[in-house]
Structures are given as C-alpha cells and as structure tokens.
C-alpha cells in the first residue's frame, strides 16, 4: 500500500480511539462519525477537482483516480485474504 493510504488509515483510527477513549463515545458512534466524515471530505474534494479540471484534464484525472482505487483495493482485499471474484 502507498504510505499516503497508511498514514491516512492511522489518522482515521488515532480519530475513532481519542473520541472512544477521551470523549467517551461508543465505539459504533465513533467509527461511524469518521468514516462518514473521511467519505465526504474525499467526496468533496474529488467533485471540486473535476469541476475545476479542463475537458482532457478532467478525463486523465478520473481515469488516474480509478486505477488507484483499484489497486488499493486489491491490495486491500489481498491483505485482507479476501479473494475477488
């Protein structure tokens, strides 16, 4: 995995443990708040680049995004030991 995906992951779970352990929430409220908050900020961010990307610019970006989705998901998947179908 990239050590962008890493260092994210570790921010998301440094989140979800200072609102369980120092706020006091239950842990599904906590998951469930920053994983609602991480989604729309990725969401956000991406919907303002391809609004603000130029015809080609656009399509060499959403096509970049796909592929590393992609395989950060697989390698999610293999790390995981989940099998694609």
Do not use: Y
């Not at 979800?16 to 956000?44: D, H, M, R, Y």
């Amino acid at each position: 995995m990239h050590w962008i995906s890493i260092i994210t992951a570790l921010i998301l779970a440094l989140t979800s443990a200072f609102l369980v352990f120092i706020k006091n929430w239950e842990p599904w409220q906590a998951f469930l708040a920053v994983g609602c908050a991480a989604t729309g900020i990725i969401l956000t961010l991406l919907a303002t680049i391809l609004l603000l990307a130029k015809g080609e610019d656009r399509m060499t970006f959403w096509r970049s995004f796909k592929a590393t989705f992609r395989s950060d998901l697989a390698g999610l998947l293999e790390m995981l030991g989940i099998k694609k179908r």
